[in-house]
């Protein structure tokens, strides 16, 4: 695992990967449980453990990921609440901007190297 910059130029290359259709996937990392008890648990975990953590670094967490049998590895990117996360999921999933951001949340890139 490794960290990459919440630059500018760092994020333009997550932005060209998303360009190609079929070539990313992106996900939302909520906290969940079964009762109160229990989401608040995740969420406190969630907010101190990770986001404050990758916010502390102002960075995205990176995990290349190999790929059995083909050439081309995949970048699974991890982002606290930012200006990116933000645009995008304004773009994608508006209904969830609200919620998301009471709770914590992680946005989840996946893409071709």
Not at 4 to 22: A, S
Not at 33 to 49: A, E, F, I, K, R
Not at 53 to 59: C, D, G, N, R
Request: hydrophobic content about 35%; proline content about 8%.
């Amino acid at each position: 695992a490794q960290r990459m910059r919440l630059e500018p130029n760092q994020i333009e290359g997550v932005q060209k990967r998303m360009q190609h259709e079929g070539q990313w996937c992106m996900m939302l990392a909520l906290p969940h449980g079964t009762d109160p008890v229990s989401v608040s648990n995740q969420t406190t975990t969630l907010q101190h453990g990770f986001i404050a953590y990758l916010e502390s670094k102002q960075a995205a967490g990176i995990i290349n990921l190999p790929v059995p049998d083909q050439s081309s590895p995949y970048v699974l990117h991890i982002f606290p609440p930012c200006d990116f996360t933000q645009t995008h999921m304004k773009q994608f999933c508006p209904e969830l901007i609200e919620g998301a951001g009471d709770c914590g949340y992680l946005l989840i890139v996946i893409a071709t190297v």
